[in-house]
């Protein structure tokens, strides 16, 4: 079964300091992988997805993923966050076969300006 | 753009109580999922549909029925309340289930 791991539950940074936040997944096969974004109060938003491909895939706001096949990882990255960013996210695989997406438990990044 | 409509926002259920959280979707999507969220869980899938007639069990189905008459409304019953479903609910809709998944707005469900 496919199951989602995100061990940093809750990040605090100053502005421009650097991000990453762990995602790691289980399955051996071929997997869609997702990072959503929930502003304080708001419903989740999509990032950035990998499909197939280059594995550093980019999305909105500045923020990119790595997608590491032998890691079983997809960490998500920003150079330079800002108090904004403040917000919890949320790592999402479907793999292959399944018809189902899982998410992990997400992470709360708190930006402290 | 309405995109997915979920009602109601917010709900207060008294224990036993029976109701439907409505879902719409205007996407012609015809993947739709519903999750509920509780603090450090992250989102747990209840049940889903991967197109009109079509619906199955998710991580946490107890509890909860699902119909898809429609291609555009995928409503979430709860038979009986109980407390332990006292959560945020969310529904989403993607053309596929491994393509975006758009949310709606969530239905802040207490149940005492």
């Known amino acids: 079964a496919q199951s989602v791991s995100q061990h940093n539950h809750h990040v605090i940074l100053s502005e421009a300091a650097s991000l990453e936040l762990g995602c790691n997944y289980s399955?051996?096969?071929?997997?869609?992988l997702f990072w959503y974004v929930q502003y304080p109060g708001q419903h989740l938003q999509l990032l950035l997805k990998?499909?197939?491909?280059?594995?550093l895939v980019k999305g909105i706001k500045g923020f990119e993923a790595e997608f590491i096949k032998s890691k079983f990882s997809f960490n998500l990255r920003k150079p330079s966050v800002q108090w904004s960013d403040t917000a919890e996210y949320f790592c999402a695989v479907n793999a292959m076969g399944y018809q189902k997406v899982t998410f992990g438990t997400g992470t709360k990044l708190q930006v402290i300006p | 753009n309405a995109g997915v409509t979920q009602t109601p926002k917010f709900q207060v259920l008294k224990t036993g109580q029976s109701m439907t959280l409505q879902c719409a979707q205007d996407m012609n999507h015809e993947y739709m999922s519903w999750y509920r969220q509780d603090p450090g869980m992250g989102l747990r899938l209840i049940h889903y549909s991967v197109g009109a007639g079509i619906t199955d069990q998710g991580e946490v189905p107890n509890g909860y029925n699902v119909s898809r008459s429609t291609t555009e409304d995928f409503p979430l019953r709860l038979l009986s309340a109980a407390p332990s479903q006292t959560s945020v609910y969310f529904c989403?809709?993607?053309?596929?289930?491994?393509?975006?998944?758009?949310f709606g707005q969530g239905t802040r469900l207490t149940v005492v």
């Open positions: 989403a809709s993607s053309g596929h289930m491994n393509t975006e998944a758009f």
């Open positions: 399955y051996g096969g071929t997997v869609n």
């Open positions: 990998y499909f197939s491909g280059d594995p």
